[in-house]
């Protein structure tokens, strides 16, 4: 049987003081996938992505590309699975892009001429120019940000990445480019969106949260042809026109 890219069992997760955020969530991801994270606000999405990496520390086991994450492996698990910030300019602290992009690296051990190559590979992976390097972040369109900020984490060569609201703040063009940009990587992919459209574009699969729990993991197609489900998720709510007519938003 294929290494599977991620496999969480049994994964729960209460903040202090609270009732769980995250009960009993179990699912895995094959090498290659992307896979659609879906569910209203509060759902558990990221909160279960932060639990993915270890930022919060829940019940229950995730392994990552064969590597079982403990408080001893969250270094090796991080580098296998990337994960992106809603916000990318949580991200992006360093004076320029390329001190970014090139951090990780640099941490790792690596050169200068060496992380400034692998930095070069990653913004042409994410469809941008090296000129870009040389600039900071803020000076960046909204589109470029996100992307930048996903070369911080591609210049590892993650094994999977976990993307938190990808689209955030994008026009249509910053969307259709990123989305570009992400059917063109390899690894898996986690995108935790309320965007169903985009998600659409990339995914074959969808698995949804309610309420901590994990209520469908099935073909997005599929999903997406029920509007009772997409109402009954919170994917879809209906409105009535001044003419008694419905429509779904």
Request: glycine share 8%; net charge negative; aromatic share 4%.
């Amino acid at each position: 049987m294929a290494l599977a890219a991620l496999e969480v069992k049994g994964l729960t997760y209460a903040y202090p003081g609270s009732a769980p955020v995250l009960r009993d969530i179990s699912f895995s991801i094959a090498r290659g996938e992307r896979v659609a994270l879906l569910g209203p606000n509060g759902a558990g999405k990221s909160t279960l992505l932060w639990c993915l990496v270890g930022v919060l520390h829940g019940q229950g086991c995730v392994t990552v590309d064969g590597t079982v994450l403990s408080k001893g492996t969250e270094a090796d698990v991080r580098r296998k699975l990337g994960l992106a910030f809603a916000e990318p300019e949580d991200q992006l602290f360093m004076p320029t892009v390329g001190r970014d992009v090139t951090f990780g690296p640099r941490a790792a051990g690596d050169t200068s001429e060496q992380a400034e190559r692998k930095a070069r590979e990653a913004i042409r992976q994410v469809g941008l120019s090296e000129s870009l390097l040389e600039r900071a972040a803020y000076d960046l369109s909204s589109g470029e940000r996100r992307r930048a900020a996903l070369a911080s984490i591609l210049v590892s060569q993650p094994a999977m990445l976990a993307l938190d609201e990808p689209t955030n703040s994008l026009d249509a063009q910053g969307r259709a480019a990123l989305a570009s940009t992400l059917l063109r990587l390899p690894c898996a992919q986690l995108i935790a969106t309320h965007d169903v459209a985009f998600a659409r574009c990339l995914c074959n699969r969808a698995l949804v949260l309610m309420d901590g729990r994990l209520v469908a993991d099935s073909p997005l197609a599929e999903l997406l042809c029920d509007e009772e489900k997409l109402q009954h998720y919170g994917l879809t709510a209906p409105i009535r026109r001044e003419d008694g007519s419905t429509v779904l938003l």
